[in-house]
């Protein structure tokens, strides 16, 4: 393995940040998983929460029923920002008028989403991070190997 200090610190700051990556897609991963019944929604209100001046973003409040209980929630839909309240308020026209079925743990009914989804983009980045950290290390062996530096 190449010696050099910083070649090895540089190697370290890498892994580190792999491994944040890791941990942060195999959290929302176990979230996805962990959101495994779906019911109706009983009440559903919508509002408009502001993220930055050119974008918006729709926020549901929602109840549920299951087992005999009422569980409230909440779901932030950041994935599909507007650019203007005027498009949010629209879309939130269009969307109640779907019926929309929440995603929840029935091991902790608590734990509720309106959204499921796999981890992707996450996941994608672990990986190619992982990839990334194992082509560093064998290009300090090859190095070290093959060009004779330490």
């Known amino acids: 393995m190449h010696k050099n200090f910083i070649w090895q610190a540089f190697l370290f700051v890498a892994a580190a940040i792999a491994l944040w990556f890791t941990i942060t897609a195999v959290y929302h991963y176990y979230s996805y998983k ?40 909440n779901t932030v839909f950041e994935d599909t920002p507007y650019r203007n309240q005027w498009a ?33 983009k996450d996941s994608v980045y672990a990986i190619m991070l992982w990839g990334l950290i194992l082509y560093f290390f064998w290009l300090g062996f090859y190095v070290t190997k093959f060009k004779g530096i330490s």
């Open 34 to 73: 962990n959101l495994n019944t779906q019911t109706l929604t009983s009440s559903l209100q919508w509002e408009v929460e502001e993220k930055s001046e050119e974008a918006f973003v729709l926020k549901a409040f929602y109840q549920f029923e299951f087992q005999g209980k009422s569980y409230p929630g």
């Open 88 to 120: 949010a308020e629209e879309a939130i026209k269009e969307i109640s008028n779907q019926n929309l079925k929440v995603w929840f743990d029935p091991q902790d009914p608590q734990h509720s989403s309106l959204q499921k989804k796999f981890p992707y």
